[in-house]
């Protein structure tokens, strides 16, 4: 850049006229370094350059920091699903509930099935001979009127159902088969129980 046109014609002249020993090497124009001529203008100052620096790396970091917490975002609502569980435990409480309305109701004693009393008679047949009724459950019966072996013989099948309910016996008269014992007790007492079952009365 610093060898012009109109110095390059004076340089061939003087190499044609035998005087190029007088031209001088180097830079045509005089200077002698490739430097600005009004000194450096870049990175004239090291805490200016400390300064950049630093400012970038924060910017960096503040960057880094965003983008992790956007990235956790997502995560923070799984808490929601507590609710559930709380009403998964609070279910149970019901069947208690379901449980005693289950539980038949002990019958009425207006109910028409209900065998029929009488007045507590002269003769009173001892109802423990029927295996089933034991002290306590012939005091039930004779609260209901029934203080005979053919009242019991008597019983159809709905008042079976009720007198069973009544005790809360869960079909144990029809299991016991208390008709057909009490049939055989008012025919002919302990013998014909004997005959008919094969051993006596408990």
Avoid: C, M
Wanted: proline share 8%.
């Amino acid at each position: 850049e610093d060898l012009t046109p109109e110095r390059l014609a004076e340089i061939i002249e003087h190499y044609e006229g035998g005087k190029g020993a007088s031209v001088t090497p180097g830079p045509q124009n005089g200077r002698t370094g490739s430097e600005p001529a009004g000194g450096l203008t870049t990175l004239t100052s090291e805490k200016a350059i400390l300064k950049s620096t630093r400012e970038r790396e924060a910017k960096a970091a503040a960057k880094a920091a965003r983008d992790a917490a956007q990235a956790a975002a997502p995560a923070d609502p799984a808490p929601a699903a507590a609710p559930a569980k709380l009403a998964a435990v609070e279910t149970p409480k019901a069947t208690p509930a379901k449980t005693a309305a289950a539980k038949p109701a002990k019958p009425s004693l207006e109910d028409k099935n209900r065998p029929a009393g009488i007045d507590r008679p002269v003769a009173v047949d001892d109802l423990k001979l029927i295996s089933g009724v034991g002290p306590k459950i012939e005091g039930i019966l004779h609260s209901l009127g029934i203080f005979t072996f053919a009242q019991v013989a008597s019983w159809k099948k709905a008042e079976r159902e009720w007198v069973d309910g009544y005790l809360s016996f869960h079909g144990r008269i029809d299991r016991d088969d208390w008709v057909k014992q009490a049939k055989a007790l008012a025919k002919g007492g302990v013998a014909e129980y004997i005959r008919v079952f094969g051993k006596k009365p408990v």
